[in-house]
């Protein structure tokens, strides 16, 4: 009889550790992601000098102040130059990072270039922690860019 008892509670104990091992082993699903500019490489500036270029994020300039990023063609600048503009969005949002070229002294809002936008529908197919990139060519008639998101899963 007290074998048997000591049967049960191994074969309750193997059930229970298997049981709390499966949830470890499986990867959720993301509810939210974080959304950063990557970089911007500036293939062919508008201006013969270059470019001064922000980035615009829910209406935040990125960077703040009366700052902007010189860009000349070949130049490319990583999320840093621009102070780290970033976001979070959920798996039916948008975030639009909207590419600008500013006019000094008086920095402002600028002309704007092009846009990326991060969808919700991505961050839906991502695992919590995985990463995703979102790159566009962002063309007009005078200049070129390429401007690179990354969208992690939360």
Not at 30 to 48: G, P
Not at 58 to 66: F, I, L, Q, V
């Amino acid at each position: 009889m007290r074998s048997h008892q000591l049967l049960l509670a191994f074969a309750l104990t193997a059930g229970l550790a298997v049981a709390a091992a499966s949830p470890a082993d499986a990867t959720a699903a993301a509810s939210t992601c974080r959304v950063e500019l990557n970089f911007v490489d500036a293939y062919d500036v508008d201006e013969n000098n270059g470019d001064e270029i922000r980035i615009n994020l829910a209406g935040y300039m990125y960077p703040s102040g009366n700052r902007y990023v010189p860009m000349n063609n070949g130049d490319r600048a990583y999320s840093g130059n621009f102070a780290n503009p970033s976001t979070t969005i959920g798996t039916t949002g948008s975030a639009l990072f909207s590419l600008r070229e500013v006019t000094p002294p008086a920095v402002g809002q600028g002309k704007q270039l092009g846009s990326v936008t991060a969808w919700g529908s991505t961050c839906a197919t991502l695992s919590t922690g995985q990463v995703t990139y979102v790159p566009q060519h962002i063309f007009g008639s005078d200049y070129w860019y390429y401007m690179s998101l990354v969208m992690t899963g939360l």
